[in-house]
Every structure is written in structure tokens, then in C-alpha cells.
């Protein structure tokens, strides 16, 4: 690429100046958020490719990634917010809001939609009234697809918090959900 200039009467051209922008913070990370996520980058960013162990353990101590905390991510990296909001956007086991207080993830990979998956699904939707990447009214349960929970033999599967379980048929699926419910 070339670059073309209208010079008056043969004077060299003025040299370029060129100011960086200042960094900002994300004014609405405060407090515990803000602190956890500085203390997990400081922890992990030394790691080759340290925004996915962050981003895991960023959801996993506030329970999802805020939006605010994409800049503060972007600076302690040295990445642009677009590459940080392109990961967190792209790998649908990321959550930008806060889930509910249980959340239940339904298999949607091929082997579980051979044993049902697909009616499950249809049903967690109609009997929690949401859809995916969604949360009840009351905050209870928030519905999230997964591509794989490796139960295939036994599907269709769910897992709800962190217990997965097999041969879920959609009165199974009930009990669980108010199961989660009683828990709190």
C-alpha cells in the first residue's frame, strides 16, 4: 500500500502524532466481581492462551461472565474487548447474565436426540415456561443447551447443577426440576 500527499511548494510532510487512549475500567465491575476477576487474571494470565482458564474460572466463582468484565479481561491480557467478547460469544457454555439458582443443561448431541432428547426438550421448555439460555420468573432454574455430557449409552441425558443423569424421561425431568426447587 502506497500512501499519497499533497505537498505545497515541495515542503516535507508533518510527522504523524501519535497518542495512545488510556485504558478504562469498567465502571460497573465494583466490589467482590471486580476483585475476583483481578485476582484470577493475575493467577492465571501467565498460562499459553490464559482467556479460556480465566473465563472458566471467572463463571465459575460469580457464576457467569458480566459484560463488565470484558475490559478489565482485554486490558490484563493486552487483547482488544472484541477478541474477549468473540471467545465469550462463540463457546455456548459461557453465560453473560447471572443464572438461576439451579441450572439445568439438557443434551442436545445426536445420541441423545436418537433416544428422545428432542421431546425432553420440548418439554423442559414448556413445563419451565423458557427457553434456552433462559431463567424462570421466580430465579429458580435457567435452561441451557449442551452439546455433549459423554452419557451417551444412557441418554437422553441432563445434568442439573453439577449431578448428571441418565434416561431422563419427562416426568423424570419434573421430579428433578422440583427437586432443585425444595434445595433453594
Do not use: W
Amino acid at each position: 500500500m502506497f500512501e499519497c500527499e499533497f505537498r505545497m511548494n515541495n515542503q516535507p510532510p508533518a510527522p504523524r502524532r501519535i497518542e495512545p487512549i488510556p485504558a478504562q475500567r469498567a465502571a460497573s465491575l465494583e466490589g467482590d466481581a471486580l476483585r475476583a476477576v483481578e485476582e484470577i487474571c493475575s493467577r492465571l494470565s501467565s498460562l499459553p492462551g490464559a482467556l479460556l482458564p480465566i473465563l472458566h474460572a471467572v463463571q465459575e466463582r460469580l457464576g457467569y461472565v458480566p459484560a463488565e468484565a470484558v475490559a478489565v479481561l482485554a486490558q490484563e491480557l493486552n487483547l482488544s474487548r472484541a477478541e474477549v467478547h468473540g471467545v465469550i460469544s462463540f463457546y455456548h457454555y459461557f453465560r453473560t447474565q447471572r443464572p438461576g439458582r439451579h441450572v439445568v443443561h439438557v443434551c442436545r448431541a445426536e445420541a441423545c436426540q436418537a433416544l428422545g432428547a428432542v421431546a425432553l426438550e420440548r418439554h423442559a421448555k414448556r413445563s419451565l415456561g423458557v427457553e434456552f439460555h433462559a431463567t424462570t420468573a421466580d430465579g429458580a432454574i435457567s435452561l441451557e443447551p449442551v452439546y455433549c455430557l459423554g452419557n451417551c449409552a444412557l441418554g437422553p441425558s441432563v445434568m442439573v447443577d453439577e449431578r448428571l443423569e441418565g434416561r431422563v424421561t419427562a416426568a423424570r425431568f419434573d421430579e428433578l426440576v422440583a427437586q432443585a426447587r425444595e434445595a433453594g
